[in-house]
């Protein structure tokens, strides 16, 4: 299969909050995710969670269970790489600071 962007620069509205970035088609065998990079361009170091989620709305998994991105920086987020997004399922993320970070995501849809 083919990467694609899945999530592309998305800043989250709300600080400490979960929220959906990614969806699986429901109808697939799942989404491989092949790169993620979190960009922060503010004045002040922000942290992010990232999870995955199944399609009946349980954490799976934290692929990046806790990260700091310092000003002006950014996070590949290795840790991401080469995870399954279920069917149906969802990848969502919570951050410290409310559109602070940019979330880019790209993977195989199988």
Do not use: W
């Not at 299969?1 to 400490?16: C, F, K, Q, R």
């Not at 950014?74 to 991401?80: E, F, G, M, P, V």
């Not at 997004?85 to 849809?109: D, H, K, M, W, Y």
């Amino acid at each position: 299969m083919t990467d694609s962007i899945l999530v592309l620069g998305t800043e989250l509205g709300n600080a400490d909050t979960i929220t959906q970035l990614y969806q699986s088609p429901s109808g697939g065998q799942g989404t491989v995710i092949t790169a993620c990079t979190v960009a922060n361009n503010t004045n002040s170091s922000v942290s992010f969670k990232l999870y995955i989620y199944s399609q009946t709305g349980e954490v799976i998994s934290a692929i990046v269970p806790m990260s700091i991105v310092v000003p002006d920086r950014y996070n590949s987020c290795a840790s991401a790489v080469n995870h399954v997004v279920p069917a149906g399922g969802t990848i969502r993320a919570e951050c410290s600071e409310a559109n602070s970070l940019a979330f880019t995501i790209t993977g195989s849809e199988q």
